[in-house]
């Protein structure tokens, strides 16, 4: 069974910075072979990228992060994270830690991320 320990979600205020945290267990591969990334989800609407890595190691962010948020990924610890940097109260949103391969996605359980002063 794939299990999600997501962890850093919070209250920043505008212009500040936040880390989330993904640490991933029970895939059927090992957690290379997996392109994992975040993605958030608003109120009514269907969940939108924040940032990929792929297994190939490139990378891809939603238009609205570019130059704020960063993801690495570390394979010896199963681990993702998303730095936030420059937070805007329109980054707040549930936000949701993924993992898939062709044919094959998990998510978890989503952390609430809240941008307010």
């Known amino acids: 069974q794939v299990q999600f320990v997501e962890s850093g979600g919070g209250l920043a205020q505008p212009g500040g910075s936040l880390g989330l945290s993904c640490v991933i267990s029970g895939l059927e591969l090992d957690f290379r072979l997996y392109a994992v990334g975040w993605f958030r989800q608003y109120p009514g609407k269907p969940r939108e990228l924040v940032a990929q890595i792929a297994t190939i190691g490139s990378y891809a962010y939603g238009d609205s992060v570019k130059g704020r948020f960063t993801i690495f990924r570390d394979n010896s610890r199963n681990s993702l994270y998303l730095q936030m940097n420059s937070l805007r109260v329109e980054d707040t949103a549930v936000y949701y830690c993924?993992?898939?391969?062709?044919?094959?996605?998990?998510w978890g359980q989503g952390t609430q991320v809240t941008v307010s002063s």
């Open positions: 993924n993992a898939r391969r062709t044919g094959t996605g998990y």
